[in-house]
């Protein structure tokens, strides 16, 4: 059972930076029929996304934010002595996007810097890994950076992924202090379920050539894309989730030893409207306490948990009980229950 349980860490304060970019799903008809796409729309309940400009990168809109975060609170840079970037669209194969953040956000040279390549859950499981070395180190402060472009992995052809996705960054201070008291995660993984959201070319396995990049009908319905766009199986996703994310929420929940009604919000991937809305009925949650942002920035995969944070808690997380979900690509899930302290949330901005 990969649970892990710690004491005196948490997040110090939390900043986001999304592009100015605004898509409006519903004119989002270069390919599809304008009927067509509303049904798609409506079903999802991802009205808007925002698309980075071409040439900026997840590391770009992550710097943002950092510089933000650092401005707000007044940060020490040298203080910094760990930076993770959790993100599966890097500045490049090598080397890793942290260790160019670290030179361009001027930290230390004996900052520890990596990257974390997991989708959906990342934030969670980026959270597991800092609490971890800070718990157990002499650690001042750590920096857990979290940034997606996605819209540049899913062909604007295929129905399945064309309407869901888009790009953020977050930044988040993480400090231990005796006012965050015990936390609490579960961490999870199935990599026999890995066909069901992938991109399978541009790796080792299938490198990337001029068949790959040739674009084609791949099923019935007509939906377009070539071996270099990422695709997802919708219906295995949601049979996913529905099977695997309650348990484990149910589990973290066991674990702490906290009941239910004493969690002051609940902070889900924003998959889609309908997976969420399920999740909300299945656990008898209050919507008052379930924040949600699908609508208005799509999919933004490891980062949407954090933005939702950013979002709609804003001003509302002074010693709060916050329990978290990440599930998907991979396949991996994670559930945790963190408490905020006096976690400081800056304005979100726009890049």
Known sequence: MATLIFENVGIKALSAAVPRRVINNYEYTAYFPADEVRQVVDKTGVFQRRFAEAGTCSSDLCFAAAEKLFADNKIDRSEIDLLVFVSQTPDYRMPATSV??????????NTIAFDLNLGCSGFIYGLSVVYSMMERSGLRKALLLDGEIRSRIYSPKDRKAAFLFG?????????????????????????????????KAGGYRFPSSPETMKERVVD?????????????????????VI???????KKVIALSGIPLPDIDYFVFHQANMFINSYLLKKLKLDPEKVPSTVGKFG?????????????ELQGKLNNRRLLMSGFGVGMTWASCIINTGKCQISDLIEY
């Open 100 to 109: 160019l953040l670290q030179n361009r956000l001027g930290l230390e040279r």
């Open 167 to 199: 790009d953020a960054g977050v930044a988040s201070i993480i400090e231990r202090d005796s006012s965050f008291g015990r936390s609490y995660f579960s961490l999870n993984s199935d990599g026999s379920k890995e066909d069901l959201i992938k991109m």
């Open 220 to 240: 019935e319905y007509g939906n377009i894309r070539s071996d270099e766009h990422g695709y997802m199986d919708g219906g295995d996703v949601f049979n996913f």
């Open 243 to 249: 099977k695997e994310v309650p348990p484990d929420i």
């Open 299 to 311: 999919n933004t995969s490891s980062v949407s948990i954090p933005l939702t944070i950013v979002s």
